[in-house]
């Protein structure tokens, strides 16, 4: 008798498993209920068609041969039975049974199986504030609410948004709107940075200017508390801190994995909410499978259970369940956490821990940055890339990388090299210093932007200098008249002197002069020092360390990620 594959969740995850599954065993009935009408679409690309970079929504939906994946695409080509606006209500695991209800005319029924795969996926995570309900109060989520969001910015209905959250999908939904649309759009985010989590500070200040230069608001550190509206409509924002007119309102505050289902059922579901799987993606009953954005799944890199929704992690692990549906030993070892998000001037990469989030999970973790042309300077076609690498004192072992650029692909190139080392091994600064990068003028330095943020690792690692990030030689510069430092400027002297004029504590002291003036530089009072990048500056402190001055810090990003973060002298 044929075996029955019932399938829950047709986004991501349960297509893919449901195809490769019927792919390796033909012979089983495969099964696929979601409780939406539109089924197997990029959700990650909702941003883009509201933007109008994708003009139509069925793209969305569509294989790259451009055939549409509804339901008929799945029988007729997949020998897969899908049926939508079906719920899926409860498990009974002892029957092998699925009781599902149809949305339209409410009937229910149990479906059965001999294995089960849950891709429930994750729900908006929607504050319970007043207003919530208004309309025009949406998530960027489904297909429905993104032609909703369009049609209304194309009729010239919307004028003023406000997105809450400042993650990936918040800021890329501001994008859309601000960039195609000219709305005025406002980001409130209730932590103390946009893209919490996944940058640090000095990168996120980064981002944050990057949208305040084209006219998006950020404010952070502010909560919404309600919403305000006429005639059952949203017109207004009310935070902690001020009030916001809108007429449309995007929630983009996170997820919440949807693993009552799985709960209910007696399956093992983490504090969080997300269903437990192992390696090769079963729960704790053999016979059902979970995957995508409802699973919690273990991080490679701090070894515990955690959290990623992301497109491309659920459609790996729908292969791995499909394998294993047709008898495979598939597996799927974890994540490190590998992101990228386009902004407007700027593009942002990273993967694995940012140095506060390795010091909360008990690393003793020290962070690094650069500011370095991603191809060769000699080139006439080059972009200037932030990078910033986080390593364990203790062990010199690389915990996490990030970075921003003008160009997205040099930015995720170095990314994704970095995170295959971490995927498979424990780098090392070592190991990232001599990272094989292929070169090429066009393409790269000859010492690349990456293995050159692991040699300033390994140089503060050994105590040669002390880094400082640009925001922070900035903070001490406002705060000079208190803690006495001396600051010095190595760039070229037609840049320091422009500086110095305006501002004598600012001393105008060039590489190619600073052994001749190495007089000028007290050695009582500690020594800030800052170029354009950096590099200027460390070797600037070499020549103070021989002559005795070693109070110093540098500047690793110089000017380049002041300029970036919106700080000036």
Not at 182 to 197: A, C, H, R, T, Y
Not at 443 to 455: I, K, Q, T
């Amino acid at each position: 008798m044929s075996e029955k594959i019932l399938v829950v969740g047709g986004v991501a995850l349960g297509p893919k498993a449901a195809c490769r599954c019927k792919r390796l065993m033909p012979d089983a009935e495969v099964m696929l209920v979601d409780e939406n009408v539109f089924i197997s679409y990029g959700g990650c690309g909702i941003p883009y068609y509201v933007s109008g970079e994708i003009q139509n929504l069925d793209d969305l939906r569509s294989t790259p041969y451009h055939t549409v994946r509804d339901t008929d695409f799945f029988r007729d080509m997949k020998g897969i039975t899908v049926r939508t606006q079906t719920r899926a209500m409860a498990i009974d695991r002892a029957a092998k049974t699925l009781l599902v209800k149809d949305v339209v005319t409410g009937k229910e029924e149990k479906l059965p199986y001999d294995k089960l795969v849950l891709a429930t996926g994750a729900s908006p995570r929607v504050p319970p504030i007043e207003g919530k309900d208004l309309k025009n109060v949406l998530s960027l989520t489904r297909l429905e609410a993104a032609g909703a969001i369009r049609s209304a910015c194309q009729e010239g209905k919307v004028s003023e948004a406000v997105i809450v959250g400042g993650g990936f999908i918040g800021l890329e939904a501001a994008v859309a709107l601000a960039d195609m649309w000219g709305v005025k759009v406002s980001v409130v985010e209730m932590m103390d940075q946009i893209l919490p989590g996944v940058l640090s500070q000095p990168l996120s200040l980064m981002a944050a200017n990057d949208c305040q230069t084209h006219k998006v608001d950020v404010f952070t550190s502010e909560k919404v508390l309600r919403l305000e509206g006429e005639n059952g409509t949203v017109t207004k924002v009310v935070t902690d801190k001020r009030e916001i007119a809108a007429q449309l309102v995007i929630f983009a505050a996170g997820f919440i994995p949807n693993g009552q289902l799985a709960k209910d059922a007696g399956l093992e579901v983490a504090p969080f909410g997300a269903v437990v799987v192992d390696e090769h993606m079963r729960t704790t009953d053999p016979s059902i499978y979970a995957g995508g954005d409802c699973v919690a799944i273990k991080n490679i890199i701090t070894g515990k259970m955690g959290y990623l929704p992301l497109g491309s992690m659920a459609n790996r692990q729908g292969r791995i369940i499909g394998t294993n549906l047709a008898g495979g030993n598939a597996s799927f070892p974890g994540y490190v956490g590998s992101w990228a998000v386009k902004l407007f001037g700027l593009s942002f990469c990273g993967v694995g821990l940012t140095v506060d989030r390795a010091r909360k999970e008990g690393f003793d973790a020290m962070s690094v940055s650069v500011e370095q042309l991603d191809h060769a300077h000699f080139f006439p076609e080059k972009s200037m890339m932030s990078l910033e690498l986080v390593v364990d004192k203790a062990t010199s072992r690389v915990l996490g990388l990030q970075g921003a650029c003008a160009d997205p692909d040099s930015l995720k190139a170095r990314i994704d090299a970095v995170a295959a080392a971490l995927q498979y091994s424990k780098p090392t600064v070592e190991d990232i210093s001599n990272l094989e990068i292929a070169y090429a003028p066009p393409f790269a330095s000859a010492m690349d932007v990456v293995n050159v943020v692991a040699n300033v690792a390994d140089n503060a690692l050994a105590g040669r200098f002390t880094p400082v990030t640009a925001d922070q030689f900035m903070d001490m510069w406002q705060k000079r008249s208190e803690n006495h430092v001396f600051f010095i400027d190595s760039r070229p002297a037609a840049a320091g002197k422009a500086v110095q004029e305006k501002h004598p504590d600012w001393h105008a002291i060039p590489l190619e002069e600073i052994a001749a003036r190495i007089n000028e530089v007290p050695k009582d009072r500690p020594v800030a020092i800052i170029c354009n990048t950096g590099l200027r500056a460390y070797d600037s402190l070499l020549v103070l360390a021989r002559n005795g001055v070693t109070d110093v810090v540098n500047s690793t990003g110089g000017m380049q990620a002041a300029i970036k973060m919106g700080l000036s002298v």
